[in-house]
């Protein structure tokens, strides 16, 4: 399974499967939610109020409709409360919920925003090396997915992941 980390937006991004980082109502709000439900059409909204929401930490998948991907997983990441809430096993749980996902519906590519890592708070430098031990740790298990990248909005989150892959690769 091939990772990487790239910088743009991840609704331009052709792959199976895009990842939403949603809220537990997953009837839309900002950041990258809000633009992946412009950019997906209204219909993507009819089928989210179909799901009638998801948990913080589990996932759950629709079509992506007018995006250049197949299906949106959607995952509602943790609100930073300090890091005594079970944060880190809740960001951890999003990732692998979504690449179980993502397999059970034979997706070869996949792509990742920064969860969490917003409105939401979580610090970013911990989040990336969530993201990527979790991803990193999938691999050798992986069946149909071969691609996963993390999308970056910014330069800064770009360089937190690139840093956290460089550890992971370390230890
Ligand atoms: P959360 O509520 O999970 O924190 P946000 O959408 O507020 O979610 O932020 C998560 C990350 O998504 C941030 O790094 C933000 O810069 C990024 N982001 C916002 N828009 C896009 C986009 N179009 N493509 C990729 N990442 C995006």
Known sequence: MEFSIIQGDI?????D???????????GGGGVDGAIHRAAGPELLEECR????????????TSGYRLPANYVIHTPGPV?????A????LLASCYRSCL???????????????????VYRFPLECAAYIAVR???AFSPIAKTVQSVTMVCFDERTKAAY?????????E
């Not at 930073?80 to 005594?84: A, D, K, P, V």
């Not at 079970?86 to 096993?89: A, C, D, R, S, V």
């Not at 034979?106 to 792509?111: E, F, L």
């Open 86 to 89: 079970g944060e880190e096993g």
């Open 50 to 61: 179909r799901l009638h929401g998801c948990e913080t930490g589990k996932a759950k998948i």
């Open 17 to 27: 499967a895009i990842v939403n980082a949603a809220n537990t109502s997953l009837l």
């Open 100 to 118: 179980h996902l993502a397999e059970e519906n034979g997706c070869r590519t996949v792509a990742f925003p920064s969860i969490s890592t917003g």
């Open 134 to 136: 979790e991803i990193l």
């Open 11 to 15: 609704t331009a991004f052709t792959a």
């Open 80 to 84: 930073w409360h300090g890091g005594g």
């Open 162 to 170: 690139e840093a956290a892959l460089r550890h992971a690769q370390q």
